[in-house]
């Protein structure tokens, strides 16, 4: 499985023995900016059977750089709680016996944001929440879609 590909909950929870106890965007983790950076993902994982975690990843002591006076997004995360109530910060880069029960919490960076939030120099493209004053209203609301806000209708619907 890799942070970069968005895999859904079932094929996640059909290929390896995990639980996917929670999978959602990382709220506020986009850098600022006059076109903000992209919000990071969050997953908790449980285990179902004794495993070896491996962890390659980035972006968790140096959060990812802003561009043209935009804010830096947030840095990444990766933690394992275990059954027993220890909580141990993984850090970027490694291999950890887990047992099931045990629980890995990954949190990706989120995107550097670009430009001086404000500034209000216009550049292609529109903010994320869809405000640019050229742009009609019925186009400014956002359709909640794909694979996270699908996860998350069905989480919510009970």
Not at 51 to 76: Q, V
Request: hydrophobic letters at 25%.
């Amino acid at each position: 499985m890799t942070n970069t590909r968005i895999t859904d909950p079932e094929i996640i929870e059909q290929r390896y023995p995990v639980l996917v106890d929670h999978f959602s965007l990382r709220a506020e983790s986009g850098g600022t900016g006059l076109h903000p950076g992209g919000d990071g993902l969050v997953r908790r994982l449980r285990f179902r059977r004794p495993l070896t975690l491996c962890c390659l990843t980035e972006r968790r002591s140096t959060a990812p750089y802003g561009a043209e006076g935009g804010g830096c997004g947030a840095k990444g995360r990766n933690v394992l709680e275990r059954c027993n109530g220890q909580v141990i910060n993984l850090g970027a880069k490694c291999a950890v016996k887990v047992q099931p029960g045990d629980v890995f919490l990954l949190e990706t960076p989120g995107g550097g944001g670009w430009g001086h939030p404000d500034s209000g120099e216009k550049t292609r493209g529109t903010t994320r929440d869809n405000t640019s004053d050229d742009m009609p209203a019925k186009l400014r609301r956002v359709e909640v879609r794909g694979s996270v806000a699908e996860y998350t209708r069905n989480q919510e619907s009970g």
